[in-house]
């Protein structure tokens, strides 16, 4: 057989004595699976939740509205609050997810430099999300939200307020996520260096 032919027949019949598998193999593509379906599982749930709400929204102010009153300023408030929670929720692992990769690339010299500032950045981000929320509710109506100073039922004026909320807290979380993601290869060489130097100043 040609050198190809020897090679195709060594990688499919597994002859090929200088290849070692990974003893880990199975059980890294067993939680790979595993993983895969916790995500899909969170997926439908967070879908079956947000149409629920939608759903349970739409209901209320269909019946409000067949009654001949508009909607109440609160409802729109905690709608708002519970948008701004359920963002929270579902931005922190998501950007999680995809930043362990980066994050252990970074720290490849300390990884558990790395876990710890992974975990630390979801605390402060938690609490930014928490004190944004806590800082931007409102438990009255605003007079501004209205011509006439009387605020009652949503208008448009609040519905501008609640939209600026949910793009203050995004542009606020893209903002200091932009600035981790170019300041994180700073510290992971900034950890690198301080560990290497103390080797070097041991050998001299």
């Given at each position: 057989?040609?050198?190809?032919?020897?090679?195709?027949?060594?990688?499919?019949?597994?002859?090929?004595?200088?290849?070692?598998?990974?003893?880990?193999?199975?059980?890294?593509?067993?939680?790979?699976?595993?993983?895969?379906?916790?995500r899909r599982r969170r997926l439908r749930r967070t879908i079956a939740i947000w149409a629920t709400v939608i759903a349970?929204?739409?209901?209320?102010?269909?019946?409000?509205?067949?009654?001949?009153?508009?909607?109440?300023?609160?409802?729109?408030?905690?709608?708002?609050?519970?948008?701004?929670?359920?963002?929270?929720?579902?931005?922190?692992?998501?950007?999680?997810?995809?930043?362990?990769?980066?994050?252990?690339?970074?720290?490849?010299?300390?990884?558990?430099?790395?876990?710890?500032?992974?975990?630390?950045?979801?605390?402060?981000?938690?609490?930014?999300?928490?004190?944004?929320?806590?800082?931007?509710?409102?438990?009255?109506?605003?007079?501004?939200?209205?011509?006439?100073?009387?605020?009652?039922?949503?208008?448009?004026?609040?519905?501008?307020?609640?939209?600026?909320?949910?793009?203050?807290?995004?542009?606020?979380?893209?903002?200091?996520?932009?600035?981790?993601?170019?300041?994180?290869?700073?510290?992971?060489?900034?950890?690198?260096?301080?560990?290497?130097?103390?080797?070097?100043?041991?050998?001299?």
């Open positions: 057989m040609s050198s190809l032919e020897d090679r195709l027949h060594d990688a499919l019949t597994g002859d090929d004595p200088g290849r070692t598998l990974s003893p880990d193999l199975f059980d890294r593509v067993v939680d790979s699976i595993g993983d895969d379906r916790v349970l929204a739409t209901t209320a102010v269909i019946a409000l509205q067949r009654e001949g009153t508009g909607m109440p300023w609160w409802v729109l408030e905690i709608v708002t609050t519970l948008g701004l929670v359920a963002i929270a929720l579902w931005l922190g692992p998501f950007i999680k997810r995809f930043g362990r990769a980066y994050a252990a690339d970074v720290f490849h010299d300390n990884p558990l430099t790395g876990k710890s500032y992974i975990v630390l950045t979801d605390v402060v981000y938690y609490l930014i999300f928490t004190a944004y929320i806590l800082f931007t509710v409102r438990f009255e109506p605003e007079p501004s939200w209205s011509h006439t100073g009387l605020v009652i039922d949503a208008t448009a004026g609040q519905l501008k307020f609640e939209v600026e909320r949910v793009g203050g807290i995004l542009l606020i979380i893209g903002v200091l996520h932009g600035v981790n993601i170019v300041l994180m290869p700073v510290l992971g060489r900034l950890f690198s260096l301080n560990r290497r130097l103390p080797d070097k100043v041991g050998r001299l």
